[in-house]
């Protein structure tokens, strides 16, 4: 069996289209390989920028979490001047009075309200053409 092996060994070495195969691969072994990372990395750039976790997707949910932030302090704003306006009608007796003024219409004995019109936004202007 170790004869068999040692004639096929003999026989590939003596083989000239193996030894232009490999004297071509071995030539050509550095293009390749720059080639191959190369491809590797140009898919991983790709990827990178504009896979599912990429660049991309990351600049939106980030301008997503941005306006997010900014509703959510908008909110906790209106939140404390609501709270300040609940304590407020809860503690002094003037403001309970002036919501229900404001809100209500009411009036103490003797008192005249006076009711003005709302406003009404005025028409659009055309500046059509005129014949004439």
Do not use: C
Request: proline letters at 5%; aromatic letters at 10%; glycine letters at 4%.
């Amino acid at each position: 069996m170790r004869e068999n092996l040692d004639r096929f060994v003999e026989q590939l070495e003596t083989n000239e289209d193996v030894h232009r195969a490999y004297d071509f691969l071995f030539r050509w072994r550095r293009k390749l390989a720059t080639v191959a990372v190369a491809v590797i990395a140009a898919w991983m750039a790709f990827h990178v920028i504009f896979g599912a976790n990429g660049m991309v997707v990351y600049q939106s949910k980030k301008a997503e979490y941005r306006e997010a932030q900014t509703e959510v302090q908008s909110l906790q704003k209106e939140n404390d001047r609501l709270n300040k306006e609940v304590d407020a009608l809860r503690t002094d007796p003037k403001a309970v009075e002036k919501a229900a003024r404001e809100e209500f219409g009411y009036a103490r004995p003797g008192e005249v309200i006076y009711l003005l019109p709302r406003r009404q936004p005025n028409p659009p202007t055309t500046n059509s053409a005129q014949l004439k």
